[in-house]
């Protein structure tokens, strides 16, 4: 079965500051996405980011960008610059590209903080 | 183009009630996921359906829950004789298709007394 791993339960960053979360997967497929999802207080699940497995190239959104490593089945992701509103919880997530259940599978997640 | 809708947000139910949680999708999409996340931990896959149909449920619980996304109107998911232990919350997710993003309400949480 498919697991996604986040080793860090909680970070804190200094405002302005840059910040790395870690996501492991394990899978047996090579045709795949994978998500950054971040939930703040108010619980809404909020896409970040998204990767697919057969691009060679990172993905990056404005302050937000990805390291892949497909043969190490690593997907972090560093948030630059961080800001206040950065405080929540992120969700690494993994889904088979060519199945038809469509389901993602969730990290434990890790809680982060930014500091003023 | 409005979001993915759920309600009501939050949901009290005795033990042994009825609960009924409903989810329209975003305009356009007929794929609907529904998750649920215990207090202090990831969301997990319940079950997968498009119009008429329920493709995966293979994270539903066997007894007890039960969902639909009929022809018309919005997703339901049916917990019946409720317990403690269904306290969560419940998000529904959205898609156009059957991969890619998915696209999440803002979730209903049931609290059981």
């Known amino acids: 079965a498919q697991t996604v791993t986040q080793s860090q339960p909680e970070m804190s960053v200094q405002e302005a500051e840059t910040v790395t979360l870690s996501c492991t997967y394990d899978?047996?497929?090579?045709?795949?996405?994978l998500f950054w999802y971040k939930q703040p207080p108010s619980r809404q699940m909020i896409l970040v980011i998204r990767?697919?497995?057969?691009?060679?190239q990172n993905a990056t959104e404005n302050r937000f960008s990805v390291n892949f490593q497909k043969a190490a089945k690593s997907f972090s992701l560093k948030i630059s610059d961080s800001q206040l509103g950065d405080t929540a919880m992120y969700f690494c997530?993994?889904?088979?590209?060519?199945?038809?259940?469509?389901?993602?599978?969730f990290g434990q997640g890790t809680t982060l903080q930014v500091k003023p | 183009n409005a979001g993915v809708m759920q309600n009501p947000r939050h949901l009290v139910r005795r033990r042994g009630q009825e609960a009924r949680l409903r989810c329209s999708p975003m305009k356009g999409h007929s794929h609907v996921y529904w998750y649920r996340q215990l207090p202090e931990e990831g969301l997990k896959f319940m079950v997968y359906l498009q119009k008429e149909n329920i493709i995966d449920e293979s994270g539903m619980p066997k007894e007890r829950f039960s969902a639909e996304f009929p022809k018309e109107g919005p997703s339901i998911l049916r917990i019946q004789q409720v317990v403690r232990g269904d306290s969560a919350a419940y998000f529904c997710?959205?898609?156009?298709?059957?991969?890619?993003?998915?696209?999440f309400g803002p979730g209903t949480r049931l609290t059981v007394t």
């Open positions: 899978t047996s497929e090579s045709n795949y996405y």
């Open positions: 997530a993994f889904m088979f590209r060519t199945s038809n259940t469509g389901k993602l599978i």
């Open positions: 990767q697919e497995a057969y691009k060679q």
């Open positions: 997710a959205s898609s156009p298709g059957g991969s890619g993003e998915q696209y």
